[in-house]
């Protein structure tokens, strides 16, 4: 099926350090959502994402709407062990109802 | 408030076995979207349904159907059940499709082995 572009596929890092993933695409989309997803659950929302160059902040977390409208950025400040998890962007494509994933950025967390 | 919420959380059938998903939304919300994850991979768009009508249908073989209640809860059904059909099935639930400030909400999913 049609996934996204998304790196890193995954990364371990140290705690306290900042994390920068993101999400591409050929195509153009008219809205961003980014999840994390923990083992056995579903993808909780973090930030969502409307208008072209939108930049948005969930506490640690920012997250920014490609200029193009074909990419976004997702930064974690100051990691903790909890940020531990599968990261997925989500992106809508304009004229349709559904939305397409990211292949998911796994992070770990050194204590 | 509930979230959305899918049963049942596990289930575990044989090649060519029917199976019928559920979920309820969100109070308030009108429209239900279903997804499917392998392991290891992100969620595959099934279908979308709003005021009980199908809004929108990804690349899946007609053994997939769908349908929402008038309460807007919704059922997926699988028919002819193939082994490659194991998966992570998430419904998700929005006040309704296509707004400017949409957000998609997932319940925990229901897990789908078949043997």
């Known amino acids: 099926g049609q996934q996204l572009n998304q790196s890193p596929q995954s990364m371990f890092i140290q705690e306290g350090e900042d994390v920068s993933m993101n999400c591409t695409s050929s195509?153009?989309?008219?809205?961003w959502l980014w999840y994390k997803q923990e083992p056995g659950e579903g993808p909780v929302l973090l930030i969502a994402?409307?208008?072209?160059?939108e930049l948005t902040s969930n506490g640690r977390l920012t997250a920014q709407f490609g200029i193009t409208r074909k990419d976004s950025f997702l930064n974690i400040s100051a990691s903790i062990p909890s940020d531990v998890g599968i990261y997925f962007c989500?992106?809508?494509?304009?004229?349709?109802?559904?939305?397409?994933f990211g292949t998911g950025t796994r992070l770990k967390v050194l204590a | 408030d509930a979230g959305v919420t899918q049963s049942p959380t596990h289930l575990i059938k044989t090649r060519g076995q029917h199976v019928t998903l559920r979920c309820s939304p969100i109070s308030g919300h009108k429209s239900v979207s279903w997804y499917q994850q392998v392991l290891g991979q992100g969620p595959q768009f099934i279908f979308q349904?709003?005021?009980?009508?199908?809004?929108g249908r990804g690349n899946f073989p007609d053994r997939f159907s769908a349908r929402q209640f008038p309460n807007y809860s919704s059922e997926l059904n699988v028919n002819a059940l193939l082994l490659g059909d194991s998966a992570l099935y998430l419904c998700?639930?929005?006040?309704?499709?296509?707004?400017?400030?949409?957000?998609?909400?997932f319940g925990s999913g229901t897990q789908l082995s078949v043997l």
């Open positions: 349904y709003y005021e009980k009508e199908e809004r």
């Open positions: 994402l409307y208008k072209a160059g």
């Open positions: 989500a992106g809508q494509l304009g004229g349709t109802y559904k939305y397409i």
């Open positions: 998700a639930s929005s006040p309704a499709p296509g707004q400017t400030s949409e957000k998609l909400f």
């Open positions: 195509s153009i989309f008219n809205t």
